[in-house]
T-cell receptor, first 113, second 114 residues
Framework: DAGITQSPRHKVTETGTPVTLRCHQT?????MYWYRQDPGHGLRLIHY???????DKGEVSDGYSVSRSKTEDFLLTLESATSSQTSVYFC????????????FGSGTRLTVV | GDSVTQMEGPVTLSEEAFLTINCTYT??????LFWYVQYPGEGLQLLLK?????DKGSNKGFEATYRKETTSFHLEKGSVQVSDSAVYFC?????????????FGTGTRLKVLA
């Protein structure tokens, strides 16, 4: 959707390789989030950020790290990809000063072989 | 901790049928409640929300009422269309997890047949 983009949209990688997913927003929102979506689990929070260089862990953070050096970019890194990290990854943003509700990116489908 | 429970899918209906997708929650405090919709190959979109007890959220013919006494936020639509076929997620924020972290249900797939 306009205002938030994820890249790449699709990626296939090998077990043990590092992978970085990018979320870019043009809305100047303070809060950014990374979720993974898996059948039977819905969406689970990996990491989130509440400002530049301010990040925190979600419920499934093991094996993932994040960085936010600019307001507009939030990077998710799989340090050493495993098959259990095959998933669809969504980035979301929100600005609680305006209204409740996330705006989601279109997702990245990651396959680890 | 906070949690959201949705009815198992898939739900299959004929066009113009009445839709109910059940959602119940467990949370401390006074969470806000949401329904999101996901069409194939896309991210989630906010469908409607309610921020306090007895509020009714509505959008595109869908409605849900925040019922604190039954800790529920069931999604309803009087007459579904084929274009409503999607996955629907119930979510909450503002409970023990904090105001800006959402807890999502597992999603309910709706299939509407012409």
């Amino acid at each position: 959707d306009a205002g938030i983009t994820q890249s790449p949209r699709h990626k296939v990688t090998e077990t043990g390789t590092p992978v970085t997913l990018r979320c870019h927003q043009t809305e100047n929102h303070r809060y950014m989030y990374w979720y993974r979506q898996d059948p039977g689990h819905g969406l689970r929070l990996i990491h989130y950020s509440y400002g530049v260089k301010d990040t925190d862990k979600g419920e499934v953070s093991d094996g993932y790290s994040v960085s936010r050096s600019k307001t507009e970019d939030f990077l998710l890194t799989l340090e050493s990809a495993t098959s259990s990290q095959t998933s669809v990854y969504f980035c979301a943003i929100t600005d609680p000063l305006r209204d409740y509700g996330y705006t989601f990116g279109s997702g990245t489908r990651l396959t680890v072989v | 901790g906070d949690s959201v429970t949705q009815m198992e899918g898939p739900v299959t209906l004929s066009e113009e049928a009445f839709l109910t997708i059940n959602c119940t929650y467990t949370a401390t405090g006074y969470p806000s409640l949401f329904w999101y919709v996901q069409y194939p190959g896309e991210g989630l979109q906010l469908l409607l929300k309610a921020t306090k007890a007895d509020d009714k959220g509505s959008n595109k013919g869908f409605e849900a009422t925040y019922r604190k006494e039954t800790t529920s936020f069931h999604l309803e639509k009087g007459s579904v269309q084929v274009s409503d076929s999607a996955v629907y997620f119930c979510a909450l924020s503002g409970g023990a997890s904090g105001t800006y972290k959402y807890i999502f249900g597992t999603g309910t797939r709706l299939k509407v047949l012409a």
